[in-house]
């Protein structure tokens, strides 16, 4: 792999932000008074902010606190809990320049994360990163980092550790459960059954007789 990128928005960064959005809210103090600038006391401890930048702002900061997330994310958790759109895309736009939200740095670190943590092939990691809402070209960008021999090393490293439990099965067996696996991990049917097939070799099966199989859908 190419460089380690970091999580998007830091907890230094979510501490910053958090604070700047307690600045602005208020909160009670340690002998229960209200600090200056806030609202009142009342609403302080009862209540959500009153307005839908702030409730949006204390919504966006409380999920990245538990996990990185992407701008589409974000926008999805304000739209169900009633977020006018105007105040959602103002405040995620506001998270974006001053990089709490970072679908780049997101892709980059979902990429390695996942391909070193689950044996997941490009096509796989793509499609993942879809579903979370990433723009094409920078998923693009980061399932490009990962090389065509990274990707095969990976897959050959995933068949190694399921070779054992296969044996005792029949070749034929043994070649489509390997096969289906990678398949299942989003690795190309020519890569996997390479890949396949050389180990098998290198166990003693005959090369010739495992010619001519096919990837089993997956």
């Not at 538990?66 to 304000?78: C, E, F, H, V």
């Not at 970072?102 to 993942?128: I, K, M, N, P, Q």
């Amino acid at each position: 792999m190419t460089r380690r990128t970091e999580w998007p928005g830091s907890e230094d960064d979510l501490s910053s932000a958090a604070g700047d959005a307690e600045t602005r809210h208020g909160r009670r103090g340690r002998h229960g008074r209200e600090d200056s600038g806030g609202p009142d006391p009342s609403r302080a401890e009862s209540g959500p902010p009153r307005t839908p930048e702030e409730q949006a702002r204390a919504i966006c900061l409380r999920l990245l606190t538990g996990s990185p997330r992407t701008r589409k994310q974000l926008g999805d958790a304000l739209h169900r809990r009633g977020i006018p759109e105007e105040a959602a895309e103002e405040v995620l736009s506001r998270f974006e320049d001053v990089g709490l939200i970072d679908d780049a740095a997101f892709a980059d670190a979902w990429v390695e994360s996942r391909h070193h943590g689950r044996g997941l092939a490009r096509r796989a990691l793509a499609r993942e990163l879809r579903t979370k809402g990433v723009d094409s070209a920078l998923i693009d960008v980061a399932v490009g980092r990962l090389d065509s021999e990274q990707e095969e090393s990976t897959a050959r490293e995933l068949v190694d550790r399921k070779l054992r439990s296969t044996r005792g099965l029949d070749r034929e067996k043994r070649l489509r459960r390997l096969a289906g696996m990678l398949a299942r991990k989003g690795y190309p049917e020519g890569l996997a059954l390479r890949v396949v097939k050389r180990a098998l070799e290198e166990e003693g099966e005959d090369p010739d007789l495992l010619e001519d199989h096919y990837l089993p859908d997956a």
